[in-house]
């Protein structure tokens, strides 16, 4: 796969198409299924309030999985992600009903840098508060 978006038809201040993605409870036992992570701060709910969490919360990886998902489908290649980080800053807590939590996550391009690339800044939200703190990915366009 390559890109779908040529360098040359973006600017910085470029918006990526935001998304919200919802997790519940079962999404977090199947994340900690594929992933391996079974700390019990992701499904139980007595253990994770013993240890000082308001609730169960959403595996920080998982969210950042999540996040990356709006510049993926911007661009229509992963393999197009050349760097990809965030710090950790608040918790996706995670309500033992039908519902579950959403995380809003928004992007857009803010350098434009050499050999096709440009780095995109994310922000993602739950429960109105920022979740992932200096979430940036280098993409190689088109």
Same mark, same amino acid.
């Given at each position: 796969? %390559?890109?779908?978006?040529?360098?040359?038809? #973006?600017?910085?201040?470029t918006?990526?198409?935001?998304?919200?993605?919802?997790? &519940?409870?079962a %999404?977090?036992?199947?994340?900690?299924?594929?992933? @391996?992570?079974?700390?019990?701060?992701?499904? !139980?709910?007595?253990?994770?309030?013993?240890? @000082?969490?308001?609730?169960?919360i959403?595996?920080?990886?998982?969210?950042?999985?999540?996040?990356?998902?709006v510049?993926?489908?911007?661009? $229509?290649?992963?393999?197009? #992600?050349?760097?990809? $980080?965030?710090?950790? &800053?608040?918790? /996706? /807590?995670?309500? !033992?009903d039908?519902?579950?939590?959403?995380?809003? /996550?928004?992007?857009?391009?803010?350098?434009?840098?050499?050999? !096709? &690339?440009?780095r #995109?800044?994310?922000?993602?939200?739950?429960?109105?508060?920022?979740?992932?703190g200096?979430?940036?990915?280098?993409?190689?366009?088109?």
């Open positions: 796969m %390559t890109a779908k978006i040529a360098y040359d038809d #973006v600017e910085v201040g918006e990526l198409p935001a998304q919200t993605f919802g997790v &519940t409870r %999404t977090l036992v199947q994340y900690a299924g594929a992933s @391996g992570d079974f700390n019990p701060i992701h499904w !139980n709910e007595r253990f994770a309030k013993e240890v @000082g969490l308001p609730d169960v959403a595996h920080g990886m998982f969210t950042m999985a999540e996040a990356i998902r510049v993926t489908d911007w661009v $229509g290649d992963p393999g197009a #992600v050349v760097e990809y $980080g965030v710090r950790f &800053t608040k918790p /996706v /807590v995670v309500p !033992n039908d519902q579950g939590a959403t995380i809003e /996550v928004s992007g857009k391009v803010a350098v434009k840098l050499d050999d !096709n &690339t440009v #995109v800044d994310l922000v993602a939200m739950s429960a109105g508060q920022k979740v992932l200096m979430s940036r990915a280098v993409v190689r366009l088109a």
